[in-house]
């Protein structure tokens, strides 16, 4: 493996449950690659949200918008990782593995569905959606058993260096290295076991470099392409940028949720300024095929923008080698932070926080609340096969309530709604 792929070792290739290769010649990571797309849990992510509700006949749009879904998201962070990591050196399969499978976990109803499950989940250790990805990628999607033993799930059985790679949070739930309250972690107390072997010589609290890349590749991703979506929907007029009052309600949002703490409204209204004067920057669109293609060429500039930023400054601070694993940390220059920050807060003021958004997600919030009640009280009824054997095989409470939070997990936004409509009667 050294060999073959300078920067990684023979244990970074390894399997919680060693097994051969079926088809000699493919590297471990081609291999991860290749079953986190062939996996189920992908495919669903297609009917998950990734910031707007898109099958919902009430939510208007001016154009033919076709918003993004956490499956098109999870493809186009693999697409932005992959080619960043390479110019690292990083291996590209694992890098793209890591961002394909950096959203398996994630609910129904996107952020508004793990909020409702966090508070379902509290009794058996809470929800986190990166924790879920980790249990889905190691324990619940079907691939491999340890062995022989059936009753002892593998999961997709990955590698050790692509399931560090998928890690944004390496630690357990209130064990943040620097603030024990921290809602976000990345893995539950009953997965340590396997958490412990993946995290085997890694240092305690560092993501690996491949992790790095992940999480900025999906902020760039997400940031860029949801501001593409509130333009196309016709919610955003870019001339809205321009004025004051509109200004300081991005730079509130932006302050409160997204930026570093302490950053100053001077400071982000700097960023903003700084992308408003790029030349390529969309002052307007009208859904016509040239507004089409400024969008897109706006969209392409200001990603390459994010890329080459934090590939200049880590060069910058490591040289010209190749950076893999622990060898180093992404840089990311503060500028460019912010400017992708501002970007978010455009998208959360202009997309997540319209009337009309906040009334699906407050039916959304109700649905599952009563969708876990009524699993609560009449599972197995309501179970999948799979997660009606896991429920009858769960020795207490808190066992059958994991259960039941992970088959809500699993559901797509559709899914969710019907079964929500047979357990209760569509009340």
Not at 43 to 55: C, E, F, M, N, S
Not at 185 to 202: I, S
């Amino acid at each position: 493996m050294r060999d073959e792929y300078p920067g990684y070792s023979p244990a970074d290739a390894e399997r919680w449950d060693p097994e051969p290769d079926k088809r000699p010649g493919r590297t471990a990571f081609q291999r991860d690659r290749a079953r986190v797309l062939h996996s189920a849990a992908l495919r669903r992510l297609a009917g998950k949200t990734q910031v707007v509700t898109p099958d919902q006949p009430e939510v208007q749009y001016a154009w033919d918008a076709s918003p993004r879904t956490r499956l098109t998201h999870s493809l186009e962070c693999a697409q932005v990782g992959r080619e960043l990591g390479a110019t690292f050196g990083c291996d590209p399969d694992l890098v793209e593995t890591a961002c394909l499978a950096h959203d398996l976990g994630h609910p129904p109803f996107g952020h508004n569905g793990e909020g409702a499950l966090a508070e379902l989940a509290e009794p058996c250790g809470g929800f986190e959606g990166n924790a879920q990805s980790l249990r889905l990628l190691t324990r619940l999607e079907p691939k491999r058993f340890r062995g022989s033993d059936e009753t002892a799930p593998a999961g997709l059985n990955l590698s050790r260096a692509a399931l560090d790679a998928a890690t944004k949070y390496p630690w357990p739930r209130g064990v943040h290295p620097a603030d024990p309250a921290a809602r976000k972690f990345g893995v539950y107390a009953d997965d340590l076991p396997v958490f412990r072997w993946l995290r085997d010589g890694a240092p305690a609290d560092r993501r690996c470099f491949e992790a790095q890349v992940m999480d900025w590749a999906d902020d760039v991703a997400y940031s860029v392409h949801d501001v593409e979506d509130g333009l196309h929907a016709g919610h955003l007029d870019p001339n809205m940028l321009m004025a004051e009052p509109e200004r300081q309600g991005i730079f509130a949002v932006a302050a409160e949720r997204y930026a570093p703490a302490g950053t100053g409204t001077e400071e982000l209204a700097e960023a903003l300024e700084r992308l408003l004067d790029q030349e390529w920057w969309p002052h307007g669109y009208d859904g016509t095929a040239l507004a089409q293609v400024r969008l897109k060429n706006a969209t392409s500039q200001l990603i390459g923008r994010f890329c080459l930023a934090a590939e200049a400054a880590t060069r910058a601070r490591y040289g010209t080698g190749r950076l893999t694993r622990y060898a180093a940390e992404l840089i990311v220059p503060r500028e460019a932070r912010l400017e992708c920050d501002v970007l978010k807060a455009v998208a959360d003021v202009y997309v997540m926080q319209r009337p009309d958004q906040e009334r699906l997600r407050t039916r959304q919030r109700v649905l599952l609340a009563e969708l876990g009640e009524a699993l609560v009280r009449r599972a197995p009824d309501g179970l999948d096969p799979q997660y009606r054997a896991l429920f009858a095989a769960a020795t207490d409470d808190t066992e059958r309530l994991r259960v039941i939070v992970d088959q809500m997990a699993a559901l797509t936004d559709a899914s969710a709604r019907t079964l929500h409509a047979r357990l209760t009667g569509g009340h």
